[in-house]
């Protein structure tokens, strides 16, 4: 399976023990991708360089692309504490 970078907020991609989870603002990897020197490895690192041309590509065309992107968390820290 491929996933669209940036394209929904629905598929997830898994490489071993490697998740990859598409949003439309970020692409998320966590968790664990044992590459071996062997032909299993190979499939993986293939794989996974797919994964990152494609997220690389589409960042590159995209004209309109911010210095940087303001996340959640980020917007919360910024609310003054009403309790405080």
Do not use: C, W
Not at 36 to 50: E, P, Q, V, W, Y
Not at 51 to 70: A, F, H, R, Y
């Amino acid at each position: 399976m491929t996933i669209s970078p940036f394209a929904n907020e629905s598929e997830t991609e898994v490489i071993s023990e490697l998740t990859i989870e598409n949003h439309v603002d970020r692409v998320v990897i966590y968790g664990d991708l044992e590459i071996s020197k062997d032909k299993t490895g190979l499939s993986f690192a293939r794989r996974l360089k797919i994964l990152v041309d494609e997220i690389v590509q589409v960042l590159e065309e995209d004209e309109n692309l911010p210095e940087t992107l303001q996340t959640a968390q980020q917007q919360i820290d910024l609310i003054d504490n009403p309790f405080a």
